[in-house]
């Protein structure tokens, strides 16, 4: 039986278990939950275009064979061209945040002429989820 079927309840017939649109679109996006790595840079061009460019952290932990507690920390490179104006008030580092966007890869030369390849996820939307303690006494001085 196809992994892409699943038997129908009180039917012999078979239904897919997704839309079935997914065979015709392909899906690119990514949500993530960490915490702000520096607080958000604002980078401004010449034609008023503004881009906003932070670090979102995610970690997950599991034991390892001896039941130590492993904890892995991932950095993702987040880039924001429609939230200049309010992210980098609203948003500083440590805050925990719910990420949404398109994961890009671009590749450049590095100083020493080699090929790399960079990773980053163009935000479509965010959300603070919890501020950070020094956010919410940097608050309270204002």
Do not use: C
């Not at 604002?42 to 670090?55: A, C, H, Q, S």
């Not at 100083?111 to 939307?125: D, F, P, V, Y």
């Amino acid at each position: 039986m196809s992994s892409l079927t699943r038997p129908a309840l009180l039917s012999t017939r078979y239904v897919r278990a997704f839309s079935s649109t997914a065979n015709r679109a392909y899906l690119n996006k990514i949500q993530l939950i960490g915490r702000i790595g520096a607080d958000p840079v604002v980078t401004e061009f010449k034609e008023g275009k503004n881009v906003v460019n932070y670090t979102v952290a995610t970690s997950e932990t599991r034991p390892d064979a001896e039941g130590n507690i492993i904890r892995r920390t991932q950095w993702h490179r987040i880039t924001s061209w429609n939230s200049a104006d309010w992210l980098p008030a609203k948003f500083k580092k440590g805050d925990l945040v719910y990420v949404e966007g398109i994961l890009r890869y671009t590749d450049f030369t590095d100083k020493e002429g080699i090929l790399r390849t960079k990773a980053e996820i163009t935000q479509s939307s965010a959300k603070l989820l919890n501020p950070s303690r020094q956010h919410d006494e940097d608050e309270g001085e204002n």
